[in-house]
């Protein structure tokens, strides 16, 4: 039986709560996940629903991204109506580099924008405590907070480049279109492991701004033919920050080049060496968090 | 409320004086994201170098310029963005989602005018910490070529200065617009990408092929980094540099009274949110 001094409050609750009818609060809760992944997927849903709610804004920054990114299609246009090649890359060469890093790039912003947020976000502010508390691995649960769909046309943009470069480039064989998603999605984590290295410094150096977004700026280059630029730069790209794996080396092996065939044939273990060794340093700079306790 | 100058307002002086200094200050109180800036810049300045010294490779000129003329107008180019590049949109939509605007409408200086200021303020601080050490390392490392005739510079400061008024100007209808949008991430990215194609801060203008051509030279985006960098590599000959100079002026006065107007219309549908 229940004590009747309950029901003016409850009766106060109904009218902030929207009408549910005579339905049970969890009656569309399915229950508790499964498996761990099953918890990951409910969550990534959930954030992409909050995403989406705002359906206006997210349409303008989808076009903004998109027309962005395009940007750089005009400026390729723009050089090449003057000049047939740059030291004997073709449009079509160039173009097909830089869709190939479009579409790594577009794909890491969908699933890695938390990077950005992590210093202002979970490390001064705090909000590391709400996710440390949960049963799931930290690092994926701020990437899904950030799942950034609108950034997929990006993606989109890049492969619309890459079937373009197509018509000036020799036929692939089989081998190659098996090869190509590894070599995308290896890419991703390319640049998603020299980032994720950069961003665990938040942890340690507690400032509001990052350098994510600096060291980013440098995978600009990764978008043409690595041997136009000098010699240290062609290294800093090789063996300090690898952009030079997002793109550039596989592509060549689309482009019918052999000199860098080694390289290529490396990037899938470069990628997940990289992001290896940036999630274990991700993890050591964990352990430095100091929640600010407000 | 009126836009335009009230009674009791302070005198334009003082709004001058005021909103120069505080945005000085607020540069200063974010040293590290002029850090970034400069940084960054400097990655992107040295990409359009390399970029531009190879497709050099083995050709004299490329549409009338070259080598050293072209580098130098991609380096200058995106080097000054780092002095006209404005957040003020950001600022006042900003001001305008937290309910603010109702605050600074009680302000006893014309928002407009002191927006503009403010932009100036830290343009001018931005223009010692971070462009003219840019120009200096720039300069220095990547051998760009110094104007000729000293005259140059001064006429390049001047073009610098109406250039910062134009970007200003579109930047403030920008932030005036998000009022009735209500939102301005998405608008954000759409100014950040016209004025990425259409100020010339990435390659020469008159680059563009066929149809754009005519386009973009007739828009007031090329009074940001085209008619300036064309200034600094003396592209164009000192009797007639008047002509840019006045184009760059026509537009930069025309977007601020549009600008006054916008504000004026807007305010009058304004939905103050509360906090």
Known sequence: ?294 | MSASSRAGDLPASVTARTGCRLGMQLVLAYRFEALVQLVSASVVALLNWSLWTAIYQGRDQVVGRSAAEMTTYVVVAWVITTFYGTRVDQELSGRFREGLIAVDLLRPWDLHLHHYFRDLGRAGTALLITTLPLFAWTGGLLHLRAPRHWWTWPVFGISLLLAHAISFGFAWLVGVASFRLRNAAGLAHLKATVIGVLSGSLIPLDLYPGVMRPIVLALPFQGMSHTPANIFTERIPWDQVWQPLGVQLAWAVALFIVGRRALRGALRAVVVQGG
């Open chain 1, 1 to 294: 039986m229940r004590p009747s001094v309950r029901r003016p409050q409850q009766q106060a609750f109904s009218r902030v709560l929207p009408d549910i009818g005579d339905a049970p609060l969890g009656a569309s809760y399915p229950g508790p996940p499964r498996s761990r992944l099953g918890a990951l997927w409910r969550y990534g849903l959930m954030r992409a629903k909050v995403r989406l709610a705002y359906r206006g804004d997210f349409l303008l920054n989808a076009v903004g991204d998109f027309i962005v990114a395009g940007i750089g299609l005009v400026f390729l246009w723009a050089i090449f109506s003057h000049v047939p090649d740059i030291r004997g890359w073709s449009f079509h060469e160039v173009l097909f580099i830089w869709g190939m890093g479009e579409a790594a790039a577009g794909l890491f912003f969908v699933l890695f924008q938390g990077l950005w947020a992590l210093n202002q976000q979970y490390v001064l502010r705090g909000e590391l405590d709400r996710v440390l508390l949960r049963p799931l691995d930290a690092y994926v649960q701020i990437m899904l907070d950030h799942l950034n769909l609108e950034d997929l046309p990006v993606a989109l943009l890049g492969l619309g480049m890459m079937a373009w470069a197509r018509e000036g480039l020799p036929s692939f064989s089989l081998a190659q279109w098996l090869m190509l998603p590894v070599f995308l999605a290896c890419g991703v984590l390319v640049l998603a492991g020299v980032l994720t290295a950069f961003s665990s410094l938040g942890f340690r150096i507690l400032h509001r701004g990052t350098a994510v977004g600096l060291v980013y700026q440098a995978s600009a280059f990764n978008r043409y033919p690595i041997d136009i630029f000098s010699r240290p730069i062609q290294r800093l790209l090789t063996w300090v920050v690898p952009f030079a794996f997002v793109a550039f080396f596989p592509a060549t092996w689309y482009l019918g080049r052999t000199r860098w065939l080694g390289w290529a044939a490396v990037q899938p273990v470069v990628a997940v060496a990289v992001f290896g060794l940036a999630r274990w340093l991700w993890g050591r700079g964990l352990r430095h968090y100091r929640s600010p306790g407000s």
